[in-house]
Nanobody, 119 residues
Framework: QLQLVESGGGSVQPGGSMRLSCVAS????????IAWFRQGPGKEREGVSC???????TYVDSVKGRFTISRDNAKNTVWLQMNNLKPEDTAVYYC?????????????WGQGTQVTVSS
């Protein structure tokens, strides 16, 4: 069973940058598509970005041009580089194994990592 642990969150001012990490264990990451999701205060959880086993990536419109998802299968890690952060990016960020359409493969979620963008 693939297990994922998020890290790298914190507080940053608007316009700042942050890189989140999602480290996999239990299985070989190369066989799985992974996505980042986030849940802001009082909001529903939303998909942010997805990276398939092929390396193909997708992004929600609100982060296009600012966020970059990448993976290193040898390091069993997926990253989310976030630039030009905005207050509306404030959320708990989660990574998850996904299937077709970047839909989560299960309803189990890790603890996530908190990102706070504020002046």
């Amino acid at each position: 069973q693939l297990q994922l642990v998020e890290s790298g969150g914190g507080s940053v001012q608007p316009g700042g940058s942050m890189r989140l990490s999602c480290v996999a264990s239990g299985r070989t990451l190369e066989n799985y598509s992974i996505a980042w999701f986030r849940q802001g205060p009082g909001k529903e959880r939303e998909g942010v970005s997805c990276i398939m086993t092929s390396g193909r990536t997708t992004y929600v419109d609100s982060v296009k041009g600012r966020f970059t998802i990448s993976r290193d299968n040898a390091k069993n890690t997926v990253w989310l580089q976030m630039n030009n952060l905005k207050p509306e990016d404030t959320a708990v960020y989660y990574c998850a194994q996904v299937g077709v359409g970047c839909i989560p493969s299960s309803d189990r979620w890790g603890q996530g990592t908190q990102v706070t963008v504020s002046s």
